[in-house]
């Protein structure tokens, strides 16, 4: 959905008058976009009387934000301690090659975007990349490139 401000304007209104909302507004938004547009801090800002100082702050404090449009499917692909002794590396450059990404960012088809993660919490499963909710582990090139096929092709 391509962010409108006056849609931003109907997220942020139900906040107004309560306090301690900068990150609870902030994921209203990112749960609507997937990211945070730029004017998301200004109309904080106008409506919440939050400075966009602060709420960017914690936009690029908190790792849960993105400041950029994100793909259909996110991609978390782990390169924790027990992933990376079983190949993570290798297996982190062979899904950068298979999406044609230059750093962990969005493929141009606007399907996937690649985020590294310190550990997803399965390590016996190792190596582990989750796409959207789904975990997969043990992975191999050729198994990764099999997965990512099936959401190409809309499934998964
Ligand atoms: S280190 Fe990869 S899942 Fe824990």
Redesign the pocket.
């Known amino acids: 959905m391509k962010p409108k401000a006056k849609d931003i304007r109907e997220i942020v209104a139900p906040f107004k008058g309560d306090r301690g909302v900068t990150i609870p507004v902030l994921q209203a938004i990112q749960n609507v976009y997937g990211y945070l547009p730029p004017e998301t801090f200004s109309i904080i800002e106008d409506e919440l009387g939050i400075p966009s100082s602060v709420s960017y702050g914690v936009a690029t404090f908190y790792s849960q934000f993105r400041l950029r449009p994100v793909g259909k499917h996110i991609i978390k692909a782990?390169d924790?301690?027990?992933?990376h002794v079983r190949g993570s590396q290798t297996l982190l450059s062979s899904i950068k090659d298979h999406l044609d990404l230059k750093d962990p960012e969005s493929s141009n088809d606007g399907l996937f975007t690649l985020e590294i993660v310190a550990?997803?919490?399965?390590?016996s499963l190792?190596p582990?990349m989750m796409i959207d909710d789904v975990t997969y582990g043990n992975l191999t090139i050729e198994k990764m490139k099999e997965i990512i096929m099936t959401y190409r092709k809309g499934g998964g």
């Open positions: 782990c924790g301690t027990a992933c550990c997803l919490g399965c390590c190792a582990v």
